[in-house]
């Protein structure tokens, strides 16, 4: 699943269109500190009011907000076990098929407390299911808004989750126009914070237009903060890698090949060679054909910027070092920054400095007078100020 296709699913969470069907929707009520369930409610999303089917609406967007590989995460199923019953992708499976949305509201029950059992909530929490079908056409005009008869439909049935935290009221002052009097106004209903979801997931995952049973979509609460815990126990979901994460690991990887200090004009090479392989798979207009750094990809990167005495063998041995596995393989997205925009933050005690990765070239250390200093190449007079800075002495 890429970023377009999650686009597309986010922006159909609207009221009256025909590209998004919900057809049912479970709530569960988890009071703080219990595992069980304190209240459950099942029925037709078609039975709420407009106002309430909004509020929902708006918090499933935001269930799929964020960037992939950051906020959202592609997770493979773990293998199903013989005789194990409760394994979520067969209960997610189970429930997407069941024709009786007693069947349905049975399956997605049995999640609900998978998530309670595994972990106590300190809040009163809402666990909401729904279950739906999503439409996606092809070959459509830019006026086109809804479905056309003639369109090609590609129809992916689905179910989507959500936890929400909850939290009372505050006790306020009011003026009683009936009575002229102020009175203090005191609720003691909670209220369910839709507009922050902590959590939740997609399943199925979409590959090419077609559903991908064998992956679910989880939503973590926060940027490269995901849930391992509940990956693995709720989700029966494989490890996950984070973009911080695979960057760390690029980073550590190319230490233990070149050592820990390098050139500006090496590092900006770097970036230019993982630049290319990402504007050449966007050219190719195959977006499922995310580019890698494995061990042979990493090596050509190095040599191709400049790096001297690399083979596959040693940068196999750093892989060895820092990961433990030789074969493993990085998103090229992840480990660069943002190419066009001032995403690299250079820090001396003096100032903080940001440049774009294709300007690092530009930027040298040098020793001037006995001193380190910070040399950028400009084409133009540079401003402080609204002044003109002054040409001093020149570097030998």
């Not at 699913?9 to 009221?15: A, E």
């Not at 739906?132 to 129809?155: A, L, N, Q, S, W």
């Not at 001297?308 to 070092?321: G, I, L, M, N, W």
Request: glycine share 4%.
């Amino acid at each position: 699943m890429n970023k377009n296709d999650i686009a597309d699913i986010r922006k159909r969470f609207k009221l009256d269109t025909d590209l998004l069907k919900i057809t049912d929707i479970y709530n569960v009520y988890i009071k703080g500190e219990t595992t069980e369930i304190f209240h459950e409610e099942s029925r037709s999303f078609s039975l709420l009011d407009r106002e309430q089917q909004e509020l929902f609406l708006a918090n499933f967007k935001k269930v799929l907000g964020g960037k992939l590989d950051e906020k959202l995460f592609e997770v493979k199923f773990q293998r199903q076990e013989e005789g194990q019953e409760d394994h979520t992708q067969r209960l997610l499976y189970d429930g997407l098929e069941a024709d009786d949305a007693d069947d349905w509201k049975a399956n997605m029950q049995r999640i609900a407390l998978k998530m309670v059992e595994d972990k106590t909530y300190e809040k009163d929490m809402v666990i909401t299911f729904i279950r739906g079908t999503y439409f996606k056409t092809t070959k459509r005009e830019p006026d086109e808004t809804e479905i056309d008869m003639r369109d090609e439909v590609y129809t992916t049935p689905f179910i989507l989750s959500s936890i929400n935290q909850t939290e009372l009221p505050k006790s306020s002052l009011v003026f009683d126009f009936i009575e002229r009097e102020f009175k203090s106004n005191v609720l003691a209903d909670p209220v369910i914070k839709l507009t922050s979801p902590i959590g939740g997931f997609l399943f199925p995952s979409f590959t090419d237009n077609a559903a991908d049973v064998n992956h679910i979509i989880y939503a973590a609460s926060k940027a490269n903060n995901p849930d391992f815990q509940f990956i693995e126990n709720v989700l029966n979901g494989e490890e996950i890698m984070t973009a911080e994460e695979d960057k760390a690991v690029f980073e550590e990887i190319v230490k233990a090949v070149i050592g820990e200090e390098v050139n500006s004009r090496t590092l900006a090479g770097v970036y230019d060679e993982i630049n290319h392989m990402l504007v050449v798979e966007k050219e190719s207009e195959d977006e499922e054909d995310t580019p890698t750094l494995d061990t042979v990809e990493v090596t050509r990167v190095l040599k191709a910027s400049g790096v001297k005495d690399v083979s596959t063998e040693k940068v196999e041995r750093a892989f060895q070092r820092v990961v433990e596995d030789k074969n493993y393989e990085m998103k090229a997205s992840h480990v660069i920054p943002s190419y066009a925009s001032k995403s690299i933050k250079i820090s001396t005690k003096v100032a903080d400095i940001k440049i774009s990765p294709q300007d690092l070239r530009y930027v040298k250390q040098v020793n001037y007078n006995g001193k380190r200093c910070l040399l950028i190449e400009v084409e133009e007079d540079t401003m402080i100020e609204g002044f003109k800075l002054l040409q001093e002495e020149e570097l030998e």
